[in-house]
């Protein structure tokens, strides 16, 4: 079996618990247990003198996905806990490892690849806190992570009990020849492929620097996806827990709440209304990637998918009930009624299917073509809006057609 040990015990420069300390709305025991389970670890133990909210909710969190999970105090409720057989992966108290160094630590058929990571001698970690990245030899410190195997534990038993079970696995490691590799020898990552949450400045600056990197680039042609970029940068780590539902639920009703003006005769309201239902849709869509990225996971691309139709038929429906409430003379049969604004969705998505990343986001920009909509009703010409709409979509088509 493979089993994580954690630890919640160690104090920040400002006196918290390393491993309460919060990271993109996230505790860092949080960030730890995220890493353990992508290293394939069934069962999480937790070193805590007091079990504090921190490991409870990180326990709720554990048991939830259907993993084990123990907080112990001492290394012989250890030693009790963990078999000889498996592995044991050891994260130091408040390090937070970059998932890439889980994806690449090496396997071995059921079994982690036994490992201590190391740091060089002069590397800053090491001369600024030497005693949490302890001197493994004369040239190497301890990285903060390693896997042993299981059997380590039981060596635990003849340690004195009051020793820190941590740097004393790490020496019973070291004496029983578990190979010792630099962390660029594990994983090649960007930096050190690690946090060490010494401080809340440090989670801030970690917190910041991970957003700026993952979230998505303001997109020059599409001002509707620009500026729903802009506002995931800004609230992103701060909501990211509950933002992705809340903005998409925000969309679907907003997009009802333009259909009803709609329908009232306010058009014009309507289709402001449902612009900024398709903005919290983009909103929702950053902060889904956002957070894939922040955990390791894939977004919910068919949660996307479905959201994307419900706005391509939304706004249909709205530009019908504005056409015919309206009644545009030119337009006096159901089914040119129906057609002109399935004519004009169909050519602009097919024009993001086949437009380069640039151009793409501008045709998925659904928050900008209700704008337009929006301006072409209040200037009393709905149907010649969307009509120019779909012009430029086929205009497009024909000039990507003419370059393949």
């Given amino acids: ?46 070193l805590c003198d007091t079990p504090v909210e921190a490991v409870l909710d990180l326990q709720r969190e554990v048991e939830a996905a259907g993993l084990a999970f123990h907080a112990v105090r001492s290394s012989l409720q250890l030693v009790g806990l963990v078999r000889a057989e ?35 001698h002069r590397h800053k970690l090491a001369e600024d806190y030497p005693q949490d990245f302890e001197r493994i030899d004369r040239d190497r410190h301890w990285a903060g992570v390693a896997v042993v195997p299981a059997k380590s534990v039981q060596g635990l038993a003849d340690c004195p009990p009051d020793g820190e079970p941590v740097s004393l696995l790490l020496r019973l490691a070291l004496q029983a020849q578990v190979p010792c590799r630099g962390l660029g020898e594990l994983a090649s990552t960007e930096g050190d492929g690690v946090l060490f949450a ?19 680039r303001p997109a020059m042609f599409a001002p509707g996806r620009a500026l729903a970029a802009l506002f995931v940068r800004a609230f992103g780590a701060r909501t990211l827990a509950f ?5 998409a639920t925000a969309a679907v009703l907003l997009l009802v709440a333009g259909g009803g003006f709609a329908w009232a005769g306010h058009a014009v309201t309507g289709l402001m209304i449902a612009a900024l239902g398709a903005l919290a849709g983009e909103i929702a869509r950053g902060w889904s990637a956002l957070k894939a990225g922040l955990l390791g996971q894939p977004p919910w691309r068919h949660w996307q998918r479905f959201l994307a139709v419900i706005f391509d038929v939304g706004t ?35 024009c993001s299917r086949m437009a380069g990343q640039g151009l793409a986001e501008f045709w998925d920009d659904r928050a900008l073509h209700l704008l337009v909509f929006a301006l072409a009703t209040a200037a009393g010409g709905i149907a ?21």
């Fill in 1 to 46: 079996m493979r089993t994580a040990l954690l630890s919640a015990n160690r104090r920040s420069e400002e006196g918290g618990l390393r491993a309460a300390q919060v990271i993109a709305g996230r505790s860092v025991l949080a960030w730890q247990a995220d890493w353990a389970r992508s290293m394939g670890c069934e069962r999480i133990i937790c």
């Fill in 86 to 120: 498996g592995s044991l992966a050891i994260v130091l108290d408040g390090l937070v490892p970059d998932t890439a160094l889980a994806q690449q630590w090496g396997r071995n058929g059921d079994r982690l690849m036994p490992a201590i990571a190391t740091l060089p």
């Fill in 198 to 216: 010494s401080s809340s400045q440090d989670c801030s600056r970690h917190e910041t620097a991970r957003i700026a990197a993952l979230a998505e």
């Fill in 243 to 247: 933002g992705p539902k809340a903005s």
């Fill in 316 to 350: 249909a429906i709205i530009c019908w009930m504005i056409m015919g409430l309206h009644g545009i003379p030119e337009i006096n049969s159901i089914a040119a009624l129906a057609l002109l604004p399935v004519l004009a969705i169909g050519l602009i998505r097919l």
């Fill in 384 to 404: 010649v809006g969307i009509g120019l709409v779909a012009i430029a979509a086929l205009a497009y088509l024909a000039w990507q057609n003419r370059l393949s």
